[in-house]
């Protein structure tokens, strides 16, 4: 073991200085030969290469490989290693050939992106991990399919993470004595931690930057209702039927351990924490209250506001349900699932710089046939969607929201107008179809993979950690490739042609 992973990152060490000397003379020959320089803090997408993005399919390739051929506990022991490890063989030679360009980028996806991401996960993480569901709960078809309904119905409201938090471990639990348990924790990341967040700019990161952006927050309550009822129907009809199957074929007896207690929830008064934290979201989207410059990054001032809240309802949460005290104890709550999204996230948001740079580069950059290629609402949705699984979701859908107003010659000053209906012209008309599109491929498709959505590297962590056997990262994507890819297509057919 010791030996393979020294041989890694020394085969790291390698690529990082074959990436310095290519970016080194990508810039020069740019520098020379554009006239059209980009003026602004960060590094033009149109001057980076195609091959600038190796670290992060590196650290993708890691995730996904190194645990079925090293050890399956790798990433919890050497998640961290391995995050550093990608983000210094982009950082260093992005660093050296760019200079304050690179440093702006990298500062700038950390305090923009990464901290309020990883505050806002470990809110909803720990406040829901002082909320405990007792009582004889048994997992037959009809239960399983009742908490999935559940989670699903609450995600948009709590957020995809507070309801996932919530609800994994009774789910677990209550199936303790299956022997099938997989699918379960499949399919409630398919609802509950990624399609059940489709309704409001609470329930995912993309449609809550839609709402910093001025679309208006119950826009998507009515626009993506539609979409998200009919997948989620035949969804949980494809889980009942496996379920029941699975059941039966384990014998169909819930075995009587001699308990009946009754269903109540204990820890209740974390609600009060975690509708804090909604609110502390709310507010930083409806107040302008200045920004503050950090090395040339705008931070504003609502939002460090909304982190300190969030914080401050994470420590009142651990003060009135102590990590050691019964109630977190009997939920068998920890750290570890938020330390490994914490770490493992930490290398792909510096290393996911480069392909949204060029994204963002549209036509200039390294991907221009891709982009010209996207003209229909099919084709953002599944642009938007099969990007969102691999990149962070919440930059992608921005980058394609930008796309879409440029492409129609619109600004977002007008978004309110056109979403309400006041403004009906053509080229309304179609933003309103592009924007629906892009907000469920966005949402939707962070069910493809474990990374499409942080929810579901934190569920996949409880779910070990309880001692289920989940499926590799490419194990994980026979499911949803073989589920949700042909429903997608289907919604392609029903809701955006």
């Given at each position: 073991?010791?030996?393979?992973?020294?041989?890694?990152?020394?085969?790291?060490?390698?690529?990082?200085?074959?990436?310095l000397?290519?970016?080194?003379?990508?810039?020069?020959?740019?520098?020379?030969?554009?006239?059209?320089?980009?003026?602004?803090?960060?590094?033009?997408?149109?001057?980076?290469?195609?091959?600038?993005?190796?670290?992060?399919?590196?650290?993708?390739?890691?995730?996904?490989i190194?645990?079925?051929?090293?050890?399956?506990?790798?990433?919890?022991?050497?998640?961290?290693?391995?995050?550093?490890?990608?983000?210094?063989?982009?950082?260093?030679?992005?660093?050296?050939?760019?200079?304050?360009?690179?440093?702006?980028?990298?500062?700038?996806?950390?305090?923009?992106?990464?901290?309020?991401?990883?505050?806002?996960?470990?809110?909803?993480?720990?406040?829901?991990?002082?909320?405990?569901?007792?009582?004889?709960?048994?997992?037959?078809?009809?239960?399983?399919?009742?908490?999935?309904?559940i989670?699903?119905?609450?995600?948009?409201?709590?957020?995809?993470?507070?309801?996932?938090?919530?609800?994994?471990?009774?789910?677990?639990?209550?199936?303790?004595?299956?022997?099938?348990?997989?699918?379960?924790?499949?399919?409630?990341?398919?609802?509950?931690?990624?399609?059940?967040?489709?309704?409001?700019?609470?329930?995912?990161?993309?449609?809550?930057?839609?709402?910093?952006?001025?679309?208006?927050?119950?826009?998507?309550?009515?626009?993506?209702?539609?979409?998200?009822l009919?997948i989620?129907?035949?969804?949980?009809?494809?889980?009942?039927?496996?379920?029941?199957?699975?059941?039966?074929?384990?014998?169909?007896?819930?075995?009587?351990?001699?308990?009946?207690?009754?269903?109540?929830?204990?820890?209740?008064?974390?609600?009060?924490?975690?509708?804090?934290?909604?609110?502390?979201?709310?507010?930083?989207?409806?107040?302008?209250?200045?920004?503050?410059?950090?090395?040339?990054?705008?931070?504003?001032?609502?939002?460090?506001?909304?982190?300190?809240?969030?914080?401050?309802?994470?420590?009142?949460?651990?003060?009135?349900?102590?990590?050691?005290?019964?109630?977190?104890?009997?939920?068998?709550?920890?750290?570890?699932?938020?330390?490994?999204?914490?770490?493992?996230?930490?290398?792909i948001?510096?290393?996911?710089?480069?392909?949204?740079?060029?994204l963002?580069?549209?036509?200039?950059?390294?991907?221009?046939?891709?982009?010209?290629?996207?003209?229909?609402?099919?084709?953002?949705?599944?642009?938007?969607?099969?990007?969102?699984?691999?990149?962070?979701?919440?930059?992608?859908?921005?980058t394609?929201?930008?796309?879409?107003?440029?492409?129609?010659?619109?600004?977002?000053?007008?978004?309110?107008?056109?979403?309400?209906?006041?403004?009906?012209?053509?080229e309304?008309?179609?933003?309103?179809?592009?924007?629906?599109?892009?907000?469920?491929?966005?949402?939707?498709?962070?069910?493809?993979?474990?990374?499409?959505?942080?929810?579901?590297?934190?569920?996949?962590?409880?779910?070990?950690?309880?001692?289920?056997?989940?499926?590799?990262?490419?194990?994980?994507?026979?499911?949803?490739?073989?589920i949700?890819?042909?429903?997608?297509?289907?919604?392609?057919?029903?809701?955006?042609?």
């Amino acid at each position: 073991m010791k030996f393979k992973f020294t041989t890694c990152l020394i085969l790291c060490v390698i690529l990082g200085l074959m990436l310095l000397v290519s970016m080194e003379a990508f810039s020069a020959d740019d520098a020379h030969g554009s006239e059209g320089a980009h003026h602004g803090h960060g590094v033009d997408g149109a001057k980076l290469p195609i091959w600038s993005i190796i670290p992060f399919v590196g650290i993708l390739l890691s995730i996904a490989i190194f645990p079925l051929v090293l050890d399956s506990h790798f990433l919890v022991h050497h998640g961290g290693k391995m995050s550093l490890v990608w983000g210094l063989v982009f950082a260093i030679p992005y660093l050296i050939a760019f200079r304050g360009e690179a440093f702006y980028d990298i500062l700038h996806i950390y305090l923009i992106d990464y901290i309020p991401f990883i505050i806002l996960l470990w809110g909803l993480f720990t406040v829901a991990g002082g909320i405990l569901v007792r009582g004889t709960l048994r997992g037959t078809p009809i239960v399983n399919t009742f908490l999935l309904l559940i989670g699903t119905a609450i995600a948009s409201w709590v957020g995809t993470t507070g309801a996932s938090m919530l609800l994994i471990r009774p789910l677990i639990r209550a199936n303790a004595y299956r022997q099938s348990k997989v699918h379960l924790v499949i399919f409630f990341i398919f609802l509950v931690s990624n399609i059940g967040g489709s309704l409001t700019p609470l329930g995912d990161p993309p449609l809550f930057l839609g709402f910093l952006h001025n679309v208006p927050f119950f826009w998507t309550t009515t626009a993506l209702f539609p979409h998200m009822l009919f997948i989620s129907i035949i969804l949980i009809a494809i889980f009942f039927v496996i379920d029941t199957f699975m059941f039966k074929r384990e014998g169909g007896v819930v075995p009587d351990d001699g308990t009946n207690e009754p269903i109540r929830v204990d820890g209740l008064f974390n609600l009060t924490f975690l509708l804090g934290i909604v609110a502390a979201v709310l507010m930083s989207g409806s107040f302008k209250w200045g920004e503050v410059n950090i090395f040339g990054v705008h931070v504003y001032w609502q939002n460090i506001a909304r982190d300190v809240l969030i914080v401050v309802m994470g420590l009142l949460s651990l003060k009135f349900t102590p990590f050691s005290g019964e109630l977190r104890q009997t939920n068998e709550f920890s750290w570890e699932p938020i330390e490994e999204v914490a770490k493992v996230f930490a290398g792909i948001f510096i290393t996911i710089v480069p392909a949204l740079a060029i994204l963002k580069a549209g036509e200039n950059g390294a991907l221009r046939g891709l982009i010209g290629a996207i003209k229909e609402p099919m084709h953002y949705f599944w642009i938007t969607g099969v990007l969102s699984s691999f990149l962070d979701n919440a930059p992608t859908y921005l980058t394609f929201f930008n796309t879409a107003l440029g492409k129609l010659h619109l600004t977002e000053a007008v978004i309110p107008e056109i979403l309400s209906g006041q403004l009906t012209g053509p080229e309304h008309l179609e933003f309103v179809r592009l924007l629906t599109a892009i907000s469920v491929g966005a949402v939707f498709m962070g069910a493809n993979t474990y990374i499409g959505n942080a929810p579901n590297f934190m569920v996949k962590a409880i779910a070990e950690q309880s001692g289920i056997r989940m499926p590799s990262f490419f194990g994980y994507m026979l499911w949803s490739v073989g589920i949700l890819v042909p429903l997608f297509v289907i919604v392609t057919f029903v809701f955006l042609r």
